[in-house]
Structure formats: structure tokens, C-alpha cells
């Protein structure tokens, strides 16, 4: 653990060694994708999707032990992506305030005792209760992660560690019930909650003795409450951030509808055993994946506008197809290839949407974080007991997966149109930063300095402070010209 340590905390000084002080006092930002850090920052993201999924498969054995209802078992997802979504405004604001680690610390201690309180739940009442304490408990290290990386990266980088991190949200929720299917073979469903409390303890020693803290004194937020309204009223009037997030937010909630009716359409519905139903989430992880690396391979190449709009139309042709087969009753081979398929395109859409957004709010990143991440669980959470108002069948769960698809696909029409409008740019103001934490940058803050996002070449941003006209204007030229006028722009940003 030291050495690890050691080695994340030499990778965050790297920069300042070789490269000097920012002249708009930046944090430092590492100039190599360390590997110990993804691996770190990955294990911290996935505890809210194996919170989530990992007792999917024992619903039918919590229905029958707890005397209830497979409605109300399904409501104990809607309870943790509450909490999930609460816990990240709340705790995502926090880590702006008081740095990345104290947070992080305290939310996976409560973690830890809701799991262990969950294991001698006595009803379905209970549990829903303690599953909000564990969602919003959880909501830490999904918010706070990347957050983290936010810290300690920008442009290309940050595109690509981001798109590491999707992969593990994406892939978690599909891997999480097959575990917890293996985990029903040596023990009941209350063991699955033992092997969460454990999981987070083994997070809290990381974060105790091997993550350091990425968020200096000098530039985190004052003011308190006030402050953090301001935040997140800046981001909520921002017309361009909150159209990307419920782009999101609505195909979050079609993986989610698949998440939670899943179990009752395969194990109910064409009679597959726990391991067979595990077998099933297992080529769903192998297609988020398979699209979460891709989109990674693409960063740097193709703009994340231009794969996500991409991915998008996408993912509509297919959920056409899922709804398609579903209603023709064309059997189970079919079905899981048509979903197989639509989860390709989750894995391109999750990380090309904060890689977008998160550029633009550097200064802010705990608060973006937070707000992307609870309006997923919230949309998520709204959304995913609809399917049980038309019975728990194949066509109800490709049905509603459609819906969300389309309401995502109808948000991103209206947000290529605002590019479209601004010949490519996308303004965004800087009026909010707060002073204590851009102190060497307030002069310029106060001359209401915009910064143009331009598009070019389809392929490339280029941006430059102060002069919103297009690049063929200006006289610009494509490739690496263009490539280091963006990373320019994005450092200037994140100042």
C-alpha cells in the first residue's frame, strides 16, 4: 500500500517537477495515465453498480423469506438509486468545500455499518430503509472519483481515464449479478450483503492509507451553503450542461429498466436458472465493454460530440429491433442479441457525455459530478418500476427501454441544433468561479473572459479565448495545430 501510494503521490508532483507552475495557478495535472490510479479510481466507482446488482438474482429468494411482494422487493432498487442521487448532490458539494478524502472516508464508514445492519434485516420495510443508507452511502465513491480525476487530468487524458471509468459503471451493473448468483450457491442473499461490508472496508483502508489528496486547500470552495447554491444554481441555468446530463440520464435509465426487469423476464419469463441468468449479464458486460473501449480508442481522434450523437441514433434502430422481436415473440436467442447490441451503444454514450461536460466546469467538478450522477439515479430511479405496471414480460422491459432511448436521442436533436446555431461553438461563461478558488485568475474572471469551444474538422476542438469566430476564419488549420489550441483551452478552463 505504501509503494502504491508512493507511487500516486510522485505521479501527481511529476508535472509540477518537469513542467513548473502553472502561470494561472492550475493544480498540477499529470501528464501520464498512471495505472495504479485508474485501478484505484475504477474500485471506488464501482461500488454504486455492485451495490445496485449484486442481489438481483436472489429477488425471488427475498420475496419468499421477507413474505412480501416482487413489487415491493423491486421498490428497494428505486429506495438505493434515491439515495444514490441524493447522496451525490449532497456529497459532491461537500468534496468542493473540504477536499476529496475526508468525505470519501466518512460516507464508506456508514457504508460499512448499513451493509452489516442489512444482513439481520427482519422485513421488506427495513431493508428499503437501509438500502437508501447504502445508496447514499455509496454515492461517494461514484461522485468523488471523478472528481478526482477531474483534479488531476484535463483534455485527452481525462477523456480517456473517464472513459475507463464508464466502462467500469457500465460493466459492473451486468458482472454484479453473476457474482452475486455464484455467491447464492454457497449462501443465502444476506451473504451478499457481508461481501458488500466487506468490499467496503477494503475501500476505506484505500482511501485511508493509499489515495492522496487531490484537491489542494487554495482551491477548494468557501462560503459555505451560499456557495454551493451558487454552484449548482449555475450549472442547473446552464442550458447546454443540463440537456448533455439528461441525455444521459435517460439512457441510464433504460440500462436501468433492463437492470431491474431482467430477472423477472429471464428467470420467470423463459424459466433460466440463477447461474443461466448470471451466463446472460455476462455477454451484457462483454458488450459494454467491447463499446467502452472502443469509445477510448476513439478520444483524441473523434470528437465525443460526434460518437455520442453517433452511439445515440444508434441505440434507437436497435431498441426498435429489441421491441420488434420482443412483440413477435421471436424467442430468446433474438432478444439477447438485439439487447446485446443496445448495450454496445451504453458503452459509448456513458463516458462521451462528462467527458464533455466535466471539460467545461473544471472549477466546479465536484458539484458537475455530483449533478450528472444524481440525475442518472434519479431518471433511474423514476424510471425503473414502470415496467412492473405492465407486468414484468420481455415486451414491457424493451418497451420502456425504447421510450428512454428516444427521450435521450429527441434531448441530443436539441442540443446539436445549439451547436449547429453557434457555427460549431458552445459558450460558456465564467462568471461563477469563486474567487478563493481561481484567486490568481480574478482579474480575469471579472472581465467575464468567454471561453469558445469550436468545432473543426469534425474530428478536432479548437478554441480560443476571447474570439468566438469560426476556425476558417480565423485562419486556423486542422490537426495538431487544432489539437494544441484545444488542450490550450481546456487548461485555460480548469484554471
Not at 455476462?282 to 476513439?298: D, F, I, K, M, P
Not at 451503444?345 to 458539484?367: D, E, M, W, Y
Not at 431518471?379 to 414491457?396: D, E, K, M, N, W
Request: proline share 4%.
Amino acid at each position: 500500500m505504501n509503494q502504491s501510494a508512493s507511487a500516486l503521490r510522485e505521479g501527481s508532483r511529476s508535472t509540477t517537477l518537469e513542467g513548473g507552475e502553472h502561470p494561472t495557478g492550475q493544480a498540477p495535472r499529470a501528464a501520464r495515465i498512471s495505472a495504479s490510479f485508474v485501478l484505484l479510481v475504477s474500485a471506488l466507482v464501482a461500488i454504486g453498480p455492485l451495490t445496485i446488482d449484486l442481489y438481483l438474482a436472489a429477488f425471488p429468494q427475498i420475496t419468499a423469506e421477507l413474505a412480501t411482494s416482487p413489487a415491493r422487493v423491486q421498490l428497494t432498487i428505486t429506495a438505493t438509486l434515491a439515495g444514490l442521487a441524493l447522496g451525490q448532490l449532497l456529497i459532491g458539494s461537500v468534496s468542493d468545500a473540504f477536499g476529496r478524502r475526508a468525505p470519501l472516508a466518512v460516507a464508506l464508514g456508514v457504508y460499512v455499518l448499513a451493509s452489516l445492519a442489512i444482513i439481520a434485516t427482519p422485513s421488506v420495510e427495513v431493508l428499503a430503509v437501509l438500502r437508501f443508507v447504502q445508496g447514499f452511502s455509496a454515492a461517494a465513491g461514484m461522485v468523488v472519483s471523478m472528481a478526482i480525476v477531474r483534479d488531476t487530468y484535463d483534455g485527452v487524458s481525462m477523456g480517456k481515464v473517464i472513459a475507463r471509468l464508464m466502462l467500469v459503471v457500465g460493466v459492473a451493473p451486468i458482472i454484479a449479478p453473476t457474482l452475486g448468483a455464484q455467491l447464492l450457491m454457497v449462501g443465502s442473499w444476506r451473504l451478499m450483503f457481508a461481501f458488500l461490508a466487506g468490499f467496503g472496508v477494503l475501500l476505506l483502508a484505500l482511501v485511508l492509507f493509499v489515495l492522496p489528496e487531490s484537491l489542494p486547500v487554495e482551491r477548494r470552495r468557501v462560503g459555505g451553503t451560499r456557495a454551493a447554491v451558487r454552484s449548482y444554481v449555475g450549472l442547473l441555468t446552464d442550458r447546454g450542461f443540463m440537456l448533455l446530463a439528461l441525455v444521459s440520464s435517460f439512457y441510464f435509465a433504460a440500462l436501468f429498466t433492463y437492470v431491474a426487469s431482467s430477472t423477472f423476464v429471464f428467470q420467470d419469463g423463459f424459466a433460466l436458472s440463477a447461474q443461466e441468468f448470471g451466463l446472460v449479464f455476462g455477454g451484457g458486460a462483454l458488450a459494454v465493454t467491447a463499446g467502452s473501449q472502443v469509445n477510448g480508442a476513439l478520444i483524441g481522434r473523434i470528437s465525443p460530440e460526434r460518437i455520442l450523437v453517433v452511439a445515440v441514433d444508434a441505440g434507437v434502430v436497435l431498441a426498435g429491433g429489441l421491441l420488434a422481436v420482443a412483440l413477435a415473440g421471436g424467442g430468446l436467442v433474438p432478444l439477447v442479441i438485439f439487447l446485446m447490441a443496445t448495450l454496445l451503444t451504453v458503452g459509448f454514450v456513458f463516458p462521451a457525455v462528462p467527458a464533455i461536460a466535466l471539460a467545461a466546469n473544471g472549477h466546479r467538478a465536484g458539484s458537475a459530478a455530483a449533478l450528472l450522477g444524481s440525475l442518472q439515479f434519479g431518471v433511474g430511479a423514476a424510471v425503473a418500476p414502470i415496467t412492473g405496471l405492465f407486468g414484468q414480460t420481455a415486451v414491457s422491459m424493451a418497451g420502456v427501454m425504447l421510450a428512454m432511448v428516444l427521450v435521450s436521442a429527441g434531448l441530443l436533436l436539441v442540443v446539436s441544433r445549439m451547436w449547429r446555431t453557434a457555427g460549431g461553438a458552445i459558450p460558456i461563461e465564467m462568471d461563477d468561479v469563486e474567487p478563493a478558488v481561481a484567486e490568481p485568475r480574478l482579474t480575469l474572471a471579472r472581465r467575464r473572459i468567454r471561453v469558445v469551444y469550436l468545432l473543426c474538422d469534425h474530428d478536432h476542438h479548437q478554441a480560443r479565448l476571447g474570439d468566438p469566430r469560426p476556425a476558417q476564419r480565423r485562419g486556423a488549420t486542422p490537426g495538431h495545430h487544432g489539437r494544441k489550441l484545444r488542450r490550450a483551452a481546456v487548461r485555460d478552463l480548469a484554471a
